[in-house]
């Protein structure tokens, strides 16, 4: 159990990384999206996979987090599965595009690292939804950024 725990919290091992563990977490996010982007998939399957991705994501991570937590410590820099999540929830709802995914990725972690709005009182409690939800806060805020900059020059990404 404790080995799946440090992997699901890791997401893989990323959260090893000793440089900017969180930026890795959320490039592994990135990684899938592509892959599952290179099917040429329509947008409701793209959607529905990133959904079940994003739950699974939380679920497994809270799991993790409580699993982990006697021994690592409350939020630890090590896991990063939230990092994947609050990408995923960055692109949901939005054209498959590769240019999508990197604004989505920079977008994220700006919110992620900076954490306005109501997202650092998140971060600060003591629980393990909020090592989640903090990154669940940051994705949908660089969502709606997204939605509006994809309805304004949505035109120049066909």
């Not at 609050?86 to 054209?95: A, E, H, R, T, Y």
């Not at 919110?111 to 949908?140: C, E, N, T, W, Y």
Request: net charge neutral; aromatic share 12%; hydrophobic share 55%.
């Amino acid at each position: 159990m404790d080995r799946l725990s440090k992997t699901i919290a890791t997401f893989f091992g990323l959260g090893y990384i000793p440089v900017a563990p969180g930026t890795f977490g959320a490039l592994g996010g990135m990684v899938i999206s592509l892959v599952i982007m290179s099917f040429h998939t329509d947008s409701a399957w793209w959607n529905g996979v990133h959904l079940v991705m994003s739950a699974a994501a939380y679920f497994a991570g809270v799991m993790a987090c409580r699993n982990l937590e006697s021994s690592w410590g409350h939020d630890p820099s090590r896991v990063v599965i939230d990092e994947a999540l609050g990408f995923w929830i960055s692109i949901l709802f939005l054209p498959q595009d590769w240019r999508i995914l990197a604004a989505g990725f920079v977008l994220f972690r700006f919110f992620d690292i900076l954490k306005p709005l109501g997202i650092r009182k998140v971060d600060k409690l003591q629980s393990h939804h909020a090592v989640m939800a903090d990154d669940v806060i940051a994705g949908i805020y660089a969502n709606i950024v997204l939605q509006v900059v994809v309805r304004i020059w949505g035109s120049a990404l066909q």
